[in-house]
Nanobody, 112 residues
Framework: QVQLVESGGGSVQPGGSLRLSCAAS????????MSWHRQAPGKERELVAH????????NYAVAVKGRFTITRDNAKNMVYLQMNSLKPEDTAVYYC?????WGQGTQVLVSS
């Protein structure tokens, strides 16, 4: 069965960095685009970043462009989200998505 398992969330001060990881299994990872989404309390889930199957095409939400970087390692079935210059408004549960499935999410809290 398809599994997406996120890790790397936590608490960080404004201006700090975190790297989220998502381990994928149960499908041909290298054939599918992957994406990161987030959902803040009281808000709808939103797309943060998207990466094509080969890893050469990426897209970002305006709010994170220039601060976040999505990458993937098709040999390891992993997708990453490097988050720099974090702001309090980045606080949310971050979800990995691929092959029509969602991970369980990992909490990111940005607070002083």
């Amino acid at each position: 069965q398809v599994q997406l398992v996120e890790s790397g969330g936590g608490s960080v001060q404004p201006g700090g960095s975190l790297r989220l990881s998502c381990a994928a299994s149960g499908f041909t990872f290298s054939s599918y685009a992957m994406s990161w989404h987030r959902q803040a309390p009281g808000k709808e889930r939103e797309l943060v970043a998207h990466i094509g199957a080969a890893g050469t095409s990426t897209n970002y939400a305006v709010a994170v462009k220039g601060r976040f970087t999505i990458t993937r390692d098709n040999a390891k079935n992993m997708v990453y989200l490097q988050m720099n210059s974090l702001k309090p408004e980045d606080t949310a549960v971050y979800y990995c998505r691929g092959f029509g499935s969602w991970g369980q999410g990992t909490q990111v809290l940005v607070s002083s």
